[in-house]
Nanobody, 115 residues
C-alpha cells in the first residue's frame, strides 16, 4: 500500500510562513514534488526534488521563498513556505513518482493566505 498524507496547511497572514509535510508510507527513494491548485485555475508544479534529494527545481513564482526538502529516515517531504502572498492560496498536493508503477497523489492540504 502506497499512501501520501499532507499536513501543515491552514490560515496564515501575508508575509508569514508555513511548513507543509508529506508523510509517505509503502515507498521511499521516489522523486517527489509539491503541486497546488487555486480556485478556477489548473494544478501547477510548485517544487520538485529528486529521488536522491540532490536536485531541486521551483516554479518562478515561488523561487527564493519556498524550499523543498526530504528526510529519508522519516519518509517525509517538506515544503517550507516563507513570505507568503495571497496568491499562494491553494490546495497543495504531494506527489510521488515511480518509474515502475506510476504516480501517487496525496489528497491535499489547504493553505489560505489572508489578513
Amino acid at each position: 500500500q502506497v499512501q501520501l498524507v499532507e499536513s501543515g496547511g491552514g490560515l496564515v497572514q501575508p508575509g508569514g510562513s508555513l511548513r507543509l509535510s508529506c508523510a509517505a508510507s509503502g515507498l521511499t527513494f521516489y522523486a517527489m514534488s509539491w503541486h497546488r491548485q487555486a480556485p478556477g485555475k489548473e494544478r501547477e508544479l510548485v517544487a520538485a526534488i529528486s529521488s536522491a534529494g540532490d536536485s531541486t527545481n521551483y516554479a518562478d513564482s515561488v523561487k527564493g521563498r519556498f524550499t523543498i526538502s526530504r528526510d529519508f529516515a522519516k519518509n517525509t517531504v517538506y515544503l517550507q513556505m516563507n513570505s507568503l502572498k495571497p496568491e499562494d492560496t491553494a490546495v497543495y498536493y504531494c506527489k510521488a513518482r515511480s518509474t515502475i508503477t506510476g504516480d501517487y497523489w496525496g489528497k491535499g492540504t489547504l493553505v489560505t493566505v489572508s489578513s
